[in-house]
């Protein structure tokens, strides 16, 4: 879950989030890189009298200094790419849910049981309990059995919404009228929020997401006790 003074991604329960998390630190060190010899050339040129001023001018430093970002773009597009096709990758799911966006409150359709469905809502600050955050938690929480490939139908009935979860390293776009789809796999049983990621109205910002992740065994009761 996001934690107060927080200034890395969170940490990831699925192996699309693993990959987006090294992706990340990978372009970073790029980042860090250039810029560290970018400034060191910045200051050699400013501070040195004695700089060669045809050096400026000339075709091999040109040829250089094209080709070097050239290769650059390439690491970082081809580890990039890769992870854009593992995210669209849909394998075999045993599982599916459809997550419909309203302002301002999300509903839930398990699709493989009969009249399971449910809305959630943000829960009053005057209604929480100890345990619970305020400005997260929700009064039905969307519960997914770990280890399991499970995958997540999302549409809208109004606006454009967003179904984001920082965590599992997934944002789809709920969109009137169509369907996106996403995968959902989880390592290990814990609590997740996430939020709309798309400015749809005046309550935007008080439709969080909960999902928490359990056994098999503790979803299978779950349903039946619904």
């Not at 810029?35 to 050339?41: A, C, G, S, V």
Request: glycine letters at 2%.
């Amino acid at each position: 879950m996001p934690m107060w003074s927080q200034i890395n991604l969170q940490e990831a329960n699925s192996p699309l989030m693993e990959q987006l998390t090294f992706f990340h630190d990978h372009t970073l060190m790029i980042l860090i890189m250039i810029t560290t010899l970018i400034t060191y050339i910045m200051t050699s040129t400013l501070t040195n009298n004695l700089m060669n001023r045809t050096l400026l001018e000339s075709q091999k430093i040109e040829l250089i200094w094209t080709i070097m970002p050239a290769i650059t773009l390439i690491f970082i597009a081809l580890p990039s790419l890769r992870i854009l096709y593992l995210m669209d990758e849909i394998n075999t799911p045993m599982l599916t849910i459809k997550s419909i966006g309203h302002q301002w409150y999300w509903s839930y359709e398990y699709s493989d049981f009969k009249n399971l469905e449910f809305d959630s809502y943000m829960k009053p600050a005057q209604d929480l309990e100890n345990w619970e955050f305020r400005l997260l938690d929700v009064d039905n929480r969307v519960i997914l059995p770990y280890k399991t490939n499970v995958r997540i139908l999302v549409t809208s009935s109004d606006v454009i919404h967003s179904w984001a979860l920082p965590s599992l390293g997934i944002k789809i776009d709920a969109t009137p009228g169509r369907l996106n789809q996403g995968t959902i796999y989880m390592n290990r049983p814990t609590l997740m929020f996430g939020q709309c990621s798309e400015i749809c109205g005046a309550n935007h910002s008080f439709m969080p997401i909960v999902l928490e992740s359990t056994s098999m065994d503790m979803f299978i009761k779950w349903i039946k006790n619904y």
